[in-house]
């Protein structure tokens, strides 16, 4: 399968500060990979660099498209959905509002790719005319996701998607991302501090650290790695 | 009791123009987080506009509507190219940035128009209704604006454009991960602002007179007005315009006429402003550490 | 624990203390520099441009004062136009009145201004942002309104004609070099004065207040009195400063301080540099000046041209010249001292390898 997604040398700053020096790193369409490392690794100053949300240097070819040097706005259009950390939600819009803000690029179907978001998300119609800022953490995930696939993105950006939510909440959400992978024929890059979890899920996955990467392959393959169980899994 | 209502409904009318103007500045700030001081002096522009266009002989509402046109194109044409340089510079930057264009519309349109007060043809006739509680003119003047403030509500409830809108003003980094160009958002408030000013210049100038100093009074109040009902609030800028509007009459009638009046009614809602900092509608901004 | 403070002053605001760096000897020797030729200025100057510059440096001061509430503490204001009204009239009334001499009614002057400043600074805490702009609008908007009414004092309408201060004998002076050495003196002192405010606890604590009022508040400062204290001390400033212009004008209307005055205040400030104390002499250079080259430039429409300049400032300094200026020049000193400390190194390590 040839990757949807290539970074090359892709260096990203904050400011002034380098926090991403020159990493390699490709995303196989139809299949998920996994970004794991600590905190302050540069893994979501490398998906804001993707969607041209900070400055960067290097080259980021997307289904045969330079990203690099576009805008944001382009970047989401072309089929690249981000779910950003901390969800993004537009908490004084209604929830229904903020899935037909997702399907801004897509409106023609709109309205079926709306019933199809609360068929994988049944609480969100429940709470169609509840403004997001009024859901729970572990709802408003689930929102942003929704938010994201209304944009029938070919490629699915996921920053921490598991940050400050309890365990279960964390699995259901888990759940149905492998669920979306079979069923929405989309490809996903994933950023994760739970590594766990995320390695079960993943086909491919990298470790950075400070700014680099250290190590890359399957996910099965790290998963394995006693280092890497080590530092990183706890055991 | 009969002048009481009387003086009411006239506060009503010249209320539905500080209301109006409230709201576009309510609009801008949501959306760019500034005042837009020039506001008034675009609208006084824009009425000048119509002025040209109704003595070359066009019919009132035929100008009415092109004065519209212009006038959102040139508020569009203004935040691309005067205030996006300082969207992201320091916010007094900006605000120096509307004052000029607020100086420069003033004096441009002195030099064009000259200063001399013109008359300024209203559409509608200046005849008393309801056993004289309120005249034509007033009532005519209400309904125009409230036929725009139904127009405007279902504009951004009901159409994607609008929601846009809202959402840029809201969360513009979310906005653009939709693939909304938040910048032409911006731009397209900034028309309707402009708009919705240019229709209360027209509604006001049969009755304040036309010259370039004719919204600077205009301006104060329904920047009190934005400010008391909260400057957030779309409903707010248009409650606080109607309540400055029916003060401001009131206070002229019963407390104290010329001058002082602004000063009183200014302290007044100064006063309610005490009571509640942020305005009536108005939410706090609730800051997380 | 004074020493700690003392330490951490160094790094902060305004002024460096002068001779602990290369960089402030530098600094030192221009303000020298630069008070040397302000002295000797007015002596090579015609007698109404020593006056237009008179109008600069108490221009320069009320932008000072303005700096202070709004660039160092973060309170806006768009009515320091009716301080400025208060202390013109403050030394007027006094003047025709009650015969005071011109040079004692300054610190009465500021001391009323600074009573405004905090009567109008209590209420003012409950307001932020652009309900504060109101709230000073309406008094910059009232102040003419009230000199007219209360005529008895104020003379209403036509104001107050004053006599303009007559140069020592012996010393050679017209009128208007006497006048402007005044003025220089005032501004050098509130400079100085402002320079230690800013550099010092309160300084420090106004910048604290302004960038993170929540993390000042919850350090124990106490926001309140120090915002307060912002509003009068900046008050008193521009109190001042309205003081000395109905002395060297000698005449006072209330025409004078319109709002524009106010905004004009405000424009200087954002000029020069708002968060700066050299800013407030470069605002009071474009308060005076800019005007007159518009008029100059164009005689049907000055204030577009007004307005236009204004705009440009805005585009290509936005944190106005100082603002603008300082930094760029820090860049520069910190570049000749890692040039010269490189340059060091290398003379060392030759040093080392000569036996």
Not at chain 1, 77 to 104: D, M
Not at chain 1, 109 to 126: D, Q, S, W
Not at chain 1, 135 to 146: D, F, R
Not at chain 3, 111 to 132: D, K, S, T
Request: hydrophobic share 50%.
């Amino acid at each position: 399968m040839a990757p949807i997604l290539e970074l090359h040398a892709l260096k990203a700053f904050y400011g002034q500060s380098e926090i991403v020096h020159g990493i390699d790193l490709s995303v196989e369409e139809g299949g998920m990979t996994v970004v794991l490392g600590a905190n302050g690794a540069g893994k979501t100053t490398t998906l804001r660099a993707i969607c041209g949300m900070v400055r960067s240097e290097g080259e980021i070819a997307f289904a045969g498209k330079r990203l690099d040097r576009r805008a944001t706005e382009d970047i989401a259009a072309l089929g690249v959905a981000h779910v950003p950390e901390g969800r993004g939600t537009f908490v004084g819009l209604t929830v229904e509002e903020n899935l037909r803000l997702g399907g801004y690029t897509r409106l023609r179907n709109a309205p079926e790719n709306i019933e199809r978001m609360y068929g994988y998300f049944p609480i969100l119609a429940e709470r169609r005319r509840q403004q997001g800022g009024a859901l729970s953490g572990g709802e408003q995930q689930m929102l942003a996701i929704a938010r994201a696939l209304m944009m029938e993105p070919r490629l699915l950006v996921l920053d921490e998607p598991s940050f400050g939510l309890a365990p279960r909440v964390v699995e259901d959400i888990f759940k149905i991302v492998e669920r979306i992978k079979k069923e929405e024929r989309v490809s996903v890059l994933l950023v994760e501090q739970n590594a766990n979890l995320a390695l079960e899920l993943a086909d491919h996955a990298y470790l950075l650290e400070t700014g680099y990467v250290v190590a890359s392959g399957s996910a099965k393959a790290l998963a394995d790695d006693p280092q890497i169980r080590r530092a990183y899994l706890g055991y | 009791m009969h002048e009481l209502l009387q003086q009411v409904f006239s506060g009503l009318a010249a209320g539905s123009i500080y209301a109006s103007v409230a709201l576009a500045l309510v609009m801008i700030y949501r959306s760019t987080d500034l005042v837009n001081f020039a506001q008034g002096e675009m609208a006084m522009f824009s009425t000048y506009i119509a002025w040209t266009l109704v003595n070359a002989g066009l019919p009132f509402w035929a100008a009415f509507a092109i004065t519209l046109i212009v006038s959102f194109l040139g508020g569009m044409l203004i935040e691309r190219v005067v205030i996006r340089p300082v969207e992201n510079a320091p916010v007094l930057a900006a605000v120096v940035v509307t004052i000029g264009l607020l100086l420069i519309f003033n004096s441009v349109a002195g030099w064009i128009y000259s200063y001399t007060v013109q008359d300024f043809p209203s559409p509608f006739p200046d005849r008393p209704l309801f056993h004289a509680l309120i005249t034509t003119r007033d009532l005519g003047v209400i309904a125009v604006t409230l036929i725009m403030l139904v127009l405007l509500f279902l504009f951004f409830r009901f159409t994607s454009t609008g929601l846009a809108m809202r959402a840029a003003a809201q969360n513009p980094a979310s906005a653009r991960l939709c693939g909304i160009r938040v910048g032409r958002m911006l731009a397209i408030g900034w028309g309707l602002a402009a708009a919705i000013g240019a229709t209360a210049g027209i509604m006001v100038a049969p009755v304040l007179f036309l010259d370039p100093n004719m919204m600077g009074g205009v301006l104060l109040y329904a920047f009190a007005g934005a400010l008391l009902g909260g400057i957030t609030s779309p409903v707010g800028a248009v409650v606080g315009g109607l309540i400055v509007g029916v003060t401001e009459n009131l206070v002229g009638t019963y407390l104290i006429a010329s001058q002082l009046k602004l000063t009183v009614a200014l302290a007044l809602i100064i006063l309610v402003l005490v009571f509640k900092p942020n305005g009536l509608f108005g939410t706090a901004v609730v800051r997380r550490v | 624990m004074e020493k700690g403070s003392a330490a951490i002053a160094r790094t902060s605001v305004g002024i460096e203390r002068p001779g602990t760096t290369a960089a402030g000897t530098w600094r030192w020797a221009a303000t020298l520099l630069a008070i040397a030729i302000a002295v000797v200025l007015p002596f090579t100057l015609r007698n109404y441009h020593v006056f237009e510059l008179t109008l600069v440096m108490i221009y320069a001061i009320a932008v000072l004062g303005l700096n202070i509430l709004t660039g160092y503490n973060g309170q806006i204001s768009l009515g320091h136009g009716g301080f400025f009204a208060a202390g013109a009239y403050t030394a007027a009334i006094l003047m025709h009145r009650y015969g005071v001499p011109y040079w004692a009614t300054l610190p009465p002057a500021g001391l009323i201004c600074f009573v405004l400043g905090v009567l109008f600074g209590l209420p003012a805490l409950r307001f932020e942002g652009p309900y504060l702009a109101l709230v000073t609008l309406a008094m910059a908007l009232a102040t003419p309104q009230l000199l007219k009414y209360f005529d008895t004092w104020t003379g209403g309408q036509q104001g107050i004609n004053l006599v303009k201060p007559v140069p020592p004998a012996g010393l050679g002076l017209s009128q208007d070099r006497w006048l402007y050495l005044i003025a220089l003196v005032a501004l050098l002192i509130a400079i100085r004065v402002a320079a230690n405010m800013l550099n010092g606890r309160t300084g420090r604590a106004w910048v604290a207040i302004r960038d993170q009022p929540i993390a000042a508040a919850a350090m124990g400062i106490d926001t309140a009195r120090y915002k307060t204290l912002a509003f009068g001390t900046s008050t008193l400033f521009t109190g001042v400063a309205g003081a000395l212009s109905a002395i060297a004008v000698g005449y006072v209307s209330p025409e004078s301080y319109s709002l524009f005055l106010s905004v004009s205040f405000l424009v200087g400030s954002a000029v020069g540099g708002i968060s700066t104390i050299g800013g407030a002499i470069v605002g009071g250079f474009f308060i005076q000046f800019v005007p007159n080259f518009a008029n100059d430039i164009s005689d049907a429409a000055p204030w577009a041209i007004y307005g236009l300049a204004m705009l440009l400032c805005m585009y290509t300094m936005p944190h106005g010249v100082v603002g603008s200026v300082k930094p760029w020049l820090a860049r520069l000193a910190q570049r000749t001292a890692a040039q010269r400390g490189a340059a060091e190194r290398q003379d060392q390590n030759d040093g080392r390898r000569t036996p």
